[in-house]
Each structure stands twice: as structure tokens, then as C-alpha cells.
């Protein structure tokens, strides 16, 4: 269950995992690792799309502004819903893993696992 609720919860329960006594299971310390660098990099990549995509419309919204403002209002509705889909499917990826991970199953995540196990040496 705590390795399951490391990919939703990644910033609380696996630094609580990787600091506690925990880490000693393999499969508990597996996830908790895994979780956590997974949920950095889905969350600096949120972030950074965020920026390039409010960049974009400041960008195209300022060359089409003064043409016609409901330019501007759907690139704005196109772009939010670019960002909401991003959102949604990180989230659907996460809860994925949570189950995976609840079903007990060791899984492998492209680039990522390759590193947790490097680093955990297993």
C-alpha cells in the first residue's frame, strides 16, 4: 500500500519512505525511489509547459490582438486545453502506476528505472 501511494503522493510519502526504515523492503524502496523521480520530472515538466505555453500566447496573442480579439480568445481556449489535456494525462499515468504498483507488480518506466536501479543497485 505505501509503495502505491508513493506515485500520487510522491513529494510526502516518498521522502517518508526513502528516510525511514522502509527503504530495508526492496520493493517498498523500489517504488518509493521511482516515485520520486518520476513525479520531479512530470512535475518540472508541467512547469515548464506552463511557461512555453504562456509564452506562446503572449507572443501570438500580441501579433493578433489588434487584427481581431477573438483570435486572442481562442488561441487562449486552445492553448488552456492543451495544458488541461497535459494535466489530465499525468494524472491518468500516475494512478496507472499507483495501481500497477498496489497489484504488486515491478514495472519499468523508460529512462527512469534504468537509473533506480543503478543508483539502488538492484
Known sequence: MVAALAYPFWFVVSPMVLFSDKKKEPFVHFHAFQALIFGA??????LVSFF??????????????????AVGGILFFV???AYLILILADILIILYYAYRTFQGETFSIPYITPYVRKKISL
Do not use: T, Y
Open 52 to 69: 512555453v505555453m504562456a509564452l506562446l500566447f503572449r507572443l501570438i496573442s500580441l501579433k493578433f490582438f489588434v487584427a481581431n480579439i
Open 41 to 46: 520530472l512530470s512535475a518540472a515538466g508541467l
Open 79 to 81: 492553448l488552456f486545453s
